[in-house]
């Protein structure tokens, strides 16, 4: 019979030492004990890319991209042959692979390329031979055997995409945290462990500031329906299974609070209000090489219309320039920006199906006394824009107000 | 018309932090500017691959060598990235291939992989197009493209088979000493650089225990005829050429001498003079994993001899218990060890015609009192084993006996 296949990643804090690495490693070998056959996949250890990005911006401020990927993949092959040696050192047959030995096949944008096509050849021959497979996350070879890197969180990717090019039963995300939380544990001490979370409520939760996973991991294990466990590597616990459709008769409503500090404000008064101008005003922003989150115009009777957005607080000089220009072309009004906001979001996929919601997290704000200065709204989130200062009231007041403590 | 080549390596010393980093790569810029296409192959960074070695013993005592070789290998991955970055800083066009990407493909041997052939499509290309080639040192892939490394002073042979590969019109090799010496210029005032040297000589100062370059990487050298030049990475002047023939209407006599305090001496008495007997000794001595350097056996006319030989100091417990052990089973006499010896030698292609080099030697030694245990000759050489606290006055009074202080 053939065994099960787990596909588990390990991120840089639970190999960031020797120790780290031991315990991980009988974390591995007790999996290939249970009788499944394991594929590991591996970050850098800990600080390792900020030593080796510092090195690179000793040498010069504007290291070629190519050079930068030559330079970063080190950290995971690191890691990967370190770790083969802890699992063997337990007495099992291990085997570590950089992504060109995998055949991870990988566009050719360096430093944040796309994953083409994996040739998972020698792992299944490695697999077949009973040996426990280590692979450097974060990796991969564009057509011409340059070595790319698949950008921030790429080793989720690296294992989510080899869960799915292997058709693993199970691919296991070991973090540092034992799961995903109602809200931010360390913030609130209510909060609950989600035992199950949809991929689409993760997703929410991952562009809203929750830091467990990058959306785009969580993107394509929903593409492909891969069952993602986020567990910690430090405890037996079960984690938080990410799932497609979660096994509760009915979804839960809320499932989760997040908030965001790191947003800016910018408002365009006295918009013109005829097609094409917010066109216009966000090309030239983008162009301008800011990220805009949220976006609200309200209709208006008037001939004109106020349009806000929201930048990441870096980006916020840059941004302004560019609304400024862009207001004067279209002869708009005047431009504010307010540094001091933060977001508050509540999410959950039984919002589909239920009505009142929104109204219940603008009366919980109300009754704590916080200003709703945007409102933004999707299908499973809701999502205020309040006075920063105010953040963390705002949390601790939806999480109760939604009864998120008792979440099961 | 085509351009010179030159390939240019640079040892771990030479690139040990950012600032010698630069400092390679203005030398590397300088070439290029003259008018050179040019490959440098660099050497991790000064401690990096002690630093690597003790993040496996951390794990395991008894690392499995694929997996050292993964290891291992980023070492030059990280400095022929950086180096790469260097270069390109200063205006020019540089690219960095590990050993995989430049087709060097290697046996199967991990931690001392020799070197099968060189596929160098991607430098061809990479010089046709005006680029400057950094190559990471000391590794190569084997058939299964898994990472194999040269073994020590394996940056040192990645060099002259590319030099050789790539018919290139010279090699240089960088260190931090200006380049080959008549002796240690640190023990005698008087030694000086030698402007030329043979392979041959070369090959007997290295295995004889002057540490510029492995004798692996010279006989490679020699065997293509590849002109080395050993020169500092830290000054401008001219090193060494280390050629075939020199360009004298005769060889210098004696070019240099050198010496080695690594030695330990067994002697086993009262041997059985009849064939096989030395087999018999040296088999059992190599399988307990020594290696003997000098052996000395005089020619009897008693049923018995003596026989001496050195190992080094740290191979001296496994040697001697070897040897005990045969010494009784050929019935032979006592065997006595004596940490207290050292080796010093002279050497020089011109012996081969000149009489009167061994007396010289003698005569001066004893002029300093100094005693003669052993004595060992080659082609191109001459060593004794003396006691350890004299060789230093050995090596000064054979420096000035030779006159090597006028050598040109």
Redesign the interface.
């Known amino acids: 019979m053939k065994s099960k296949l787990i596909v588990q990643k390990f991120g840089g804090s639970s190999v960031a030492n ?1 120790e780290k ?2 315990n991980v490693a009988n974390r591995i070998a007790a999996a290939k004990r249970l009788g499944y056959d394991v594929v590991a996949v591996v970050s850098a250890q800990g600080d390792t890319t900020d030593e ?1 990005e510092q ?2 911006l ?3 401020a504007k ?2 991209e ?3 990927d ?2 970063m ?2 950290g995971e ?2 890691s ?3 770790m ?3 699992v ?2 337990l007495g099992l047959e ?3 692979f ?1 992504g ?2 995998v055949g991870i096949l990988t566009d050719e944008i360096h430093t944040k390329a796309k994953i083409k096509k994996i040739n998972g050849q020698r792992i299944r021959k490695a697999l077949g031979q009973g040996k426990v497979v280590i692979v450097a996350g974060f990796q991969g070879v564009n057509a011409d ?3 790319t890197t698949l950008g921030r969180g790429g080793s989720d990717l690296t294992a989510v995409a080899l869960a799915y090019s292997l058709k693993a039963d199970v691919c296991e995300i070991y973090t540092d945290v034992e799961g995903i939380y109602t809200t931010d544990p360390r913030k609130v001490k209510e909060a609950k462990k989600l035992r199950e979370i949809t991929f689409d409520e993760m997703l929410e939760m991952a562009s809203l500031g929750a830091q467990v996973m990058q959306a785009r991991s969580i993107e394509v294990a929903r593409r492909y329906n891969i069952p993602l466990h986020v567990r910690s590597s430090f405890s037996k616990e079960e984690g938080t299974m990410i799932v497609k459709k979660t096994n509760k008769l009915e979804d839960i409503v809320v499932s989760g609070v997040t908030c965001n500090k790191n947003e800016a404000k910018i408002t365009i008064r006295s918009v013109p209000d005829k097609p094409g101008v917010a066109a216009l005003i966000f090309t030239e922003i983008a162009s301008a090489g800011a990220n805009v989150d949220v976006i609200v115009q309200n209709v208006s009777e008037q001939k004109t219309t106020d349009i806000s957005f929201t930048v990441p607080k870096p980006e916020l000089s840059k941004a302004l320039a560019a609304a400024e220009k862009i207001a004067g072309e279209i002869k708009a009004g005047e431009v504010n920006s307010d540094k001091t906001i933060a977001r508050v979001s509540i999410v959950g996929s039984g919002m589909r199906s239920h009505q009142g919601i929104a109204a219940k997290m603008f009366k919980a704000l109300a009754a704590h006394k916080i200003n709703i200065e945007m409102i933004t709204t999707s299908e499973i989130s809701i999502s205020c824009i309040i006075k920063e200062v105010q953040v963390d009231a705002a949390v601790q007041a939806l999480h109760a107000a939604f009864e998120l403590e008792k979440i099961q």
């Open positions: 020797t690495i031991k080796l090195k690179a000793e040498i010069t290291p070629p190519r050079e930068m030559m330079l993949s080190t092959q690191i990967c042959a370190l083969a040696m802890a063997s050192h291990a085997i570590s950089t060109q030995q055997q340059d070595i």
